[in-house]
């Protein structure tokens, strides 16, 4: 089953990257909005392009 986002938490600085990858952005972008405030309401979100969430997700990893 493929999703319409997909995110990395990031523990240093308590920020989720989210990268929408469906459409209608808009239905998606209110899922996830929902989704992070009841999984990781003390979390930051950033909602970013493809180019970013991988650069994110690349420097990050261990």
Same mark, same amino acid.
């Given at each position: 089953?493929?999703?319409?986002?997909?995110?990395?938490?990031?523990?240093?600085?308590? *920020?989720?990257?989210?990268? !929408? =990858?469906?459409?209608?952005?808009?239905?998606?972008?209110?899922?996830? +909005?929902?989704?992070?405030?009841?999984?990781?309401? *003390?979390?930051?979100?950033? !909602? =970013?392009?493809?180019?970013?969430?991988?650069?994110?997700?690349?420097? +990050?990893?261990?």
């Amino acid at each position: 089953m493929s999703t319409s986002w997909e995110h990395f938490k990031r523990e240093s600085d308590k *920020t989720l990257w989210v990268h !929408i =990858c469906g459409n209608p952005k808009s239905q998606i972008a209110m899922a996830v +909005n929902k989704w992070w405030h009841t999984r990781y309401p *003390t979390y930051k979100m950033r !909602i =970013c392009n493809k180019e970013t969430f991988d650069s994110i997700k690349k420097k +990050n990893s261990p």
